[in-house]
């Protein structure tokens, strides 16, 4: 069962202190990472893309029309449909990302978010079980490589996760104060995460519509608030289906050849799963780098949660959480796509909340501390326990900035078309991208502007094309 309120009076002390040095700590190392370690340029090709769609939303449109030289303009996972050209992902995460594109710092939305994403995670382990438990899942999530690498991309798992996370806290906290406010706010949150990753969306709120669906008291006003909020929070995104596909429940992904998702995936996605789980172990807590490898490290990271969920304390709390990982796990295997790159898993990004928060418990349970924070009987068990928590993060967490630095230039990104630009001095170019890659876009991202009177003009071409004079005069 979920534990009793944490009086107030438990709620302040060291945490006070520790709770804005790690989300601190958080948006301080991700700045690094995305301005000096990813020179404030995006290095997958999703990322191009979502800063392409901020550019058109900057415009005030949710796609651009289709210039005279638009076989250049080859940037990947963009079509052209009826003269219009659209954009392969729904556009919930580029009108954040185009708030800071507007600043002229889109590469700093997702380190703010990190440190939100921390806070959350603080405030979920509080509902959980107190602030000890909150402090203890929030560390995880600061020293967590994953988590600081997409909370330095422009990743729309960025938000995602964090929408997700802010409903499971809502959540949580209706289930001790039947209240409908936070109700409809859980389900807001739910329905703005279905606008930024549909599929994830829907399989976490599986699990948080069962949970606030049971529970003393009257229910059915808290679910009616729940799916209010979703439903309400989710229309503009099926508006923009609407406006973009002909259809509101056709996403954008439609447009791309073959289907992304469907039964005839399964089987390459259950081949999948194991890989996907075995690198989780290696991208979620940095335990163990570089000194543990193989399924040893796998075994170190879910060692924690399990026993969370095989001891004789586990709670319907835990059950949740785990149901959360499962869920959003399962829905990728009907995927066609991995996700999988050298920042880890990133479509089970959304599930490493609920998971640092089991973990959590699986050291408190070692600990032998009951759900109130009331002291262990015998002070061994926790001296052990978190002397372990201790001996697995603080070198993960002295290890993190030279594991991240490592993925500087990473994906053959890098800002020396930048420099180039500016050591030239040049006001007004044209840039011709080589046409056997991708990345050209990314390090060519700063100059997205594809009117024929744009300063600087970037297309893809073959060097001799006989078009690039006609276009450069």
């Known amino acids: ?8 009076a438990s709620r302040g002390g060291i945490a006070l202190v520790l709770v804005p040095a790690l989300v601190l700590a958080a948006i301080a190392i991700s700045v690094w990472v995305a301005h000096d370690v990813f020179e404030a340029l995006p290095h997958t090709p999703d990322e191009v893309v979502y800063l392409l769609q901020s550019e058109w939303l ?19 996972f963009t079509y052209i449909d009826d003269a219009r050209w659209i954009a392969h992902y729904p556009p919930g995460w580029p009108v954040l990302l185009s708030v800071g594109l507007a600043a002229g710092a889109p590469w700093l939305v997702t ?13 979920a382990g509080r509902e959980l079980q107190g602030p000890a438990l909150g402090l203890t899942a929030a560390t995880l999530g600061v020293i967590s490589p994953m988590g600081r690498l997409i909370f330095s991309s422009m990743l729309s798992h960025a938000l995602a996760a964090t ?32 606008g930024i990753r549909p ?41 923009a289906n609407a406006l973009i596909t002909g259809s509101a429940l056709s996403f954008p992904y439609s447009l791309a050849h073959g289907s992304m998702f469907g039964a005839a995936n399964i089987p390459f996605g259950l081949r999948n799963l194991d890989v996907l789980l075995a690198s989780s172990g290696a991208a979620a807590t940095g335990w163990g780098w ?7 490290m796998t075994a170190l990271v879910f060692a924690p949660a399990l026993v969370a969920l095989l001891s004789k304390k586990v709670r319907s709390s835990d059950w949740l959480l785990a149901a959360m990982a499962v869920s959003i796990a399962i829905a990728y295997v009907g995927s066609r796509g ?25 050291f408190f349970v070692l600990a032998g501390l009951g759900g109130d924070e009331q002291k262990s009987e015998r002070r061994l068990p926790v001296a052990v326990s978190f002397g ?24 053959g990104v890098d800002g020396a078309l930048q420099r180039q630009l500016e050591g030239l001095g040049q006001e007004r170019a044209l840039i011709v991208l080589t046409t056997d890659a991708w990345q050209g876009w990314a390090e060519a991202s700063h100059f997205l502007d594809f009117s024929p009177h744009a300063p600087i003009l970037v297309i893809q071409a073959d060097a001799d094309d006989p078009a690039i004079p006609v276009i450069a005069d």
């Open 1 to 8: 069962s979920l534990p009793r309120p944490v009086p107030a």
């Open 163 to 194: 929408l997700i996370l802010g409903a499971l806290v809502l959540v949580l906290r209706i289930r001790r104060s039947a209240a409908w406010l936070p109700a409809a706010g859980a389900g807001i949150a739910l329905g703005a995460a279905f």
């Open 58 to 76: 900057l415009d005030g449109a949710l796609w651009s029309n289709a210039t005279p030289f638009q076989r250049f303009l080859t940037v990947p």
């Open 290 to 296: 570089s000194l543990v490898h193989g399924p040893w």
């Open 199 to 239: 599929l994830t969306a829907a399989a976490a709120a599986v699990p948080l519509l069962a949970l606030a669906a049971i529970g003393p008291g009257r229910r059915v006003p808290i679910v009616t608030a729940v799916i209010g909020g979703f439903a309400g929070a989710a229309a503009p995104t099926l508006l």
């Open 388 to 411: 372990l928590f201790f001996a697995l993060c603080m070198p993960a967490g002295a290890m993190l900035p030279a594991r991240l630095a490592l993925y500087r230039g990473y994906n």
């Open 111 to 123: 380190p703010l978010l990190g440190g939100l994403y921390v806070l959350l995670l603080y405030a």
């Open 338 to 362: 991995h996700g999988l790159h050298g920042f880890g898993p990133r479509y089970h990004f959304e599930a490493f909340a609920p998971f640092f928060l089991l973990s959590a418990r699986g």
